[in-house]
């Protein structure tokens, strides 16, 4: 910080005026600024106030201490500015820059005057503490109390914090499961239950419609970013988020398209595109690349979310450069990503290694759903097959339970084999962006890492030169690259049978003549201390540190 307003009040219970926080406070960590030997941490912090209660005579401040040894008692104060305001709620943001220390450094902040909240930024040139999740949340079908609620792991996440503070938080998508729009809605839940698809595909997406889904998804959010360990956690260690399909509702982008044009379904994507950028981004539609640096936009709006995609570059300290790619905004069944946008993509990445200066020996990339992960074609083949239609026809009566979904009639876990990188429709597509990542890595001299999630199951693949080509350690490989998965830190792990089906699926794949790929045998023993025979694939809720 570079100036500090006045002593800090250490004790301070309630908010002065009056404040009724509907969400928040949630922290948004938006990338390093530098100005000459400096380093300037970015970010905000973001509340939703219940405004019929709220006293906005003065409008919210926020006070903000850096805890270090030349400014102990000293206090910054930052204007909050109304982001977005509907439905008797506003959402206020505070823009906060934090000049980094020799070391790490504890910053406090309070609004209006209310209770103190901590986190933490590292030390000037230092590789920031970094935690990782995906899946927080649970499936329609899942119970909760069976799980003991979504505690356990973030009190987990918490309790490393307390050890070792975390100074980012990535979210790998599914940060929040809004499926339950099926079931608490109205006129949604009946549009979703029509049997004729002529009716579905052009049933008009009306002023009401729009309006319930509005309050669903803004109700959902405040609740879910406001309760538990979760909430704890998103006020203490920054965010840095990607989204992908149960942000918006299960299988989005994966149906058919005919389906996925449809005026409700398209309707659906932008309400949820709407609140996913305000409670997870702290941002609008309104904001892009010329006022916030750390965003990179897509070519085109993409062909269901009328909006271009958001994938957002960031410094996680001097050697680490992170990129988030948002590969749910422009999907499509074939397609992930845009020729186009993936040029912006390379351009960028290129740019910002460059204008390193050779700083940058790091590179994490975060895809929602894994890359190097066993194949799934068999069952893939199987559901698609016109075998299969008397099933699907028995399904649609009921019969059978949830086999088909409801949204198009096709079988329930096809949306989930169609998101997946080695899916038919996307493998000519994943296997040129490995390619390109490959050289760019023989360019550049930076290691790349790949962080997935979406699967519920603990594991990393690669990808790797074989042996007989004599490139000598990992070292030298400029073609390895680990894919890290992580994935559910709340929601269930799927039974073992079905990891011990997939590990029998894992053997080393030839991406082309010169890339192999499979899987690390990595777990020797399970959580409860015993032997596993599985070691590729851990079956439980899991969560990522890394760590330097």
């Given at each position: 910080?570079?100036?500090?307003?006045?002593?800090?009040?250490?004790?301070?219970?309630?908010?002065?005026?009056?404040?009724?926080?509907?969400?928040?406070?949630?922290?948004?960590?938006?990338?390093?600024?530098?100005?000459?030997?400096?380093?300037?941490?970015?970010?905000?912090?973001?509340?939703?106030?219940?405004?019929?209660?709220?006293?906005?005579?003065?409008?919210p401040?926020?006070?903000?201490?850096?805890?270090?040894g030349?400014?102990?008692?000293?206090?910054?104060?930052?204007?909050?500015?109304?982001?977005?305001a509907?439905?008797?709620?506003?959402?206020?943001?505070?823009?906060?820059e934090?000049?980094?220390?020799?070391?790490?450094?504890?910053?406090?902040?309070?609004?209006?005057?209310?209770?103190?909240?901590?986190?933490?930024?590292?030390?000037?040139?230092?590789?920031?503490?970094i935690?990782?999740?995906?899946?927080?949340?649970?499936?329609?079908?899942?119970?909760?109390?069976?799980?003991s609620?979504?505690?356990?792991?973030?009190?987990?996440?918490?309790?490393?914090?307390?050890?070792?503070?975390?100074?980012?938080?990535?979210?790998?998508?599914?940060?929040?499961?809004?499926?339950?729009?099926?079931?608490?809605?109205?006129?949604?839940?009946?549009?979703?239950?029509?049997?004729s698809?002529?009716?579905?595909?052009?049933?008009?997406f009306?002023?009401?419609?729009?309006?319930?889904?509005?309050?669903?998804?803004?109700?959902?959010y405040?609740?879910?970013?406001?309760?538990?360990?979760?909430?704890?956690?998103?006020?203490?260690?920054?965010?840095?988020?990607?989204?992908?399909?149960?942000?918006?509702?299960?299988?989005?982008?994966?149906?058919?398209h005919?389906?996925?044009?449809?005026?409700?379904?398209?309707?659906?994507?932008?309400?949820?595109?709407?609140?996913?950028?305000?409670?997870?981004?702290?941002?609008?539609?309104?904001?892009?690349?010329?006022?916030?640096?750390?965003?990179?936009?897509?070519?085109?709006?993409?062909?269901?979310?009328?909006?271009?995609?958001?994938?957002?570059?960031?410094?996680?300290?001097?050697?680490?450069?992170?990129?988030?790619?948002?590969?749910?905004?422009?999907?499509?069944?074939?397609?992930?990503?845009?020729?186009?946008?993936?040029?912006?993509?390379?351009?960028?990445?290129?740019?910002e290694?460059?204008?390193?200066?050779?700083?940058?020996?790091?590179?994490?990339?975060?895809?929602?759903?894994?890359i190097?992960?066993?194949?799934?074609?068999?069952?893939?083949?199987?559901?698609?097959?016109?075998?299969?239609?008397?099933?699907?026809?028995?399904?649609?009566?009921g019969?059978?339970?949830?086999?088909?979904?409801?949204?198009?009639?096709?079988?329930?876990?096809?949306?989930?084999?169609?998101?997946?990188?080695?899916?038919k429709?996307?493998?000519?597509?994943?296997?040129?962006?490995?390619?390109?990542?490959?050289?760019?890595?023989?360019?550049t001299?930076?290691?790349?890492?790949?962080?997935g999630?979406?699967?519920?199951?603990?594991?990393?693949?690669?990808?790797?030169t074989?042996?007989?080509?004599?490139?000598?350690?990992?070292?030298?490989?400029?073609?390895?690259?680990?894919?890290?998965?992580?994935s559910?830190?709340?929601?269930?792990?799927?039974?073992?049978?079905?990891?011990?089906?997939?590990?029998?699926?894992?053997?080393?794949?030839?991406?082309?003549?010169?890339?192999d790929?499979?899987?690390?045998?990595?777990?020797?023993?399970?959580?409860?201390?015993?032997k596993?025979?599985?070691?590729?694939?851990?079956?439980?809720?899991n969560?990522?540190?890394?760590?330097?």
């Open positions: 910080m570079p100036q500090l307003d006045g002593p800090y009040e250490e004790e301070a219970k309630h908010f002065r005026p009056p404040l009724f926080l509907k969400c928040g406070p949630l922290l948004r960590y938006t990338g390093l600024r530098r100005n000459g030997p400096r380093e300037i941490w970015r970010g905000s912090i973001l509340i939703v106030t219940d405004d019929r209660q709220s006293d906005f005579s003065s409008g401040p926020s006070r903000v201490r850096a805890r270090s030349e400014t102990t008692g000293r206090y910054r104060e930052v204007r909050g500015f109304r982001l977005h509907e439905r008797g709620v506003t959402f206020w943001r505070f823009n906060v934090i000049e980094l220390a020799r070391r790490q450094t504890r910053v406090a902040y309070r609004i209006n005057r209310g209770p103190a909240v901590g986190f933490w930024v590292p030390g000037r040139g230092e590789t920031m503490n935690m990782f999740h995906s899946c927080n949340g649970f499936s329609l079908s899942v119970n909760p109390d069976a799980f609620g979504p505690d356990p792991l973030w009190r987990d996440v918490m309790n490393r914090h307390q050890r070792r503070p975390f100074h980012v938080m990535l979210g790998g998508g599914d940060q929040i499961y809004n499926d339950a729009v099926m079931a608490q809605t109205q006129l949604f839940r009946e549009w979703s239950a029509l049997k698809a002529e009716h579905k595909h052009h049933a008009p009306t002023p009401a419609l729009r309006d319930e889904l509005e309050a669903f998804y803004l109700s959902r405040a609740m879910w970013f406001s309760q538990g360990l979760f909430a704890m956690a998103a006020a203490q260690i920054p965010m840095v988020n990607i989204w992908d399909d149960h942000d918006i509702i299960d299988g989005y982008g994966s149906y058919p005919a389906f996925m044009r449809s005026p409700i379904f398209t309707g659906l994507g932008a309400v949820a595109f709407k609140y996913y950028m305000l409670f997870q981004h702290q941002s609008v539609v309104a904001e892009g690349e010329e006022t916030e640096s750390s965003w990179l936009l897509g070519a085109s709006p993409g062909p269901y979310i009328a909006e271009r995609s958001r994938s957002v570059f960031v410094r996680l300290g001097t050697k680490v450069g992170f990129l988030g790619l948002d590969c749910r905004t422009e999907r499509m069944r074939d397609e992930v990503l845009s020729q186009e946008t993936w040029d912006r993509v390379f351009d960028r990445l290129r740019l290694i460059d204008q390193s200066g050779g700083e940058i020996k790091h590179l994490l990339i975060l895809l929602g759903v894994p190097a992960y066993p194949r799934l074609n068999f069952l893939e083949n199987i559901l698609t097959s016109r075998a299969m239609d008397p099933i699907k026809a028995l399904g649609r009566t019969v059978l339970g949830g086999f088909v979904n409801k949204f198009d009639g096709g079988v329930e876990i096809l949306d989930d084999l169609d998101d997946h990188w080695t899916a429709h996307h493998k000519a597509e994943r296997n040129w962006f490995v390619q390109e990542l490959q050289t760019l890595a023989a360019e001299s930076v290691r790349i890492t790949i962080l999630g979406d699967v519920h199951l603990g594991a990393v693949g690669r990808f790797y074989p042996s007989r080509l004599g490139l000598g350690g990992k070292d030298r490989d400029w073609r390895y690259m680990p894919n890290v998965i992580s559910a830190i709340v929601n269930s792990p799927p039974p073992t049978a079905m990891a011990d089906l997939l590990n029998r699926r894992n053997k080393v794949h030839h991406l082309d003549s010169e890339t790929e499979d899987l690390i045998p990595l777990f020797e023993r399970d959580v409860d201390g015993r596993r025979n599985n070691r590729c694939l851990l079956p439980r809720r969560f990522c540190t890394i760590t330097e």
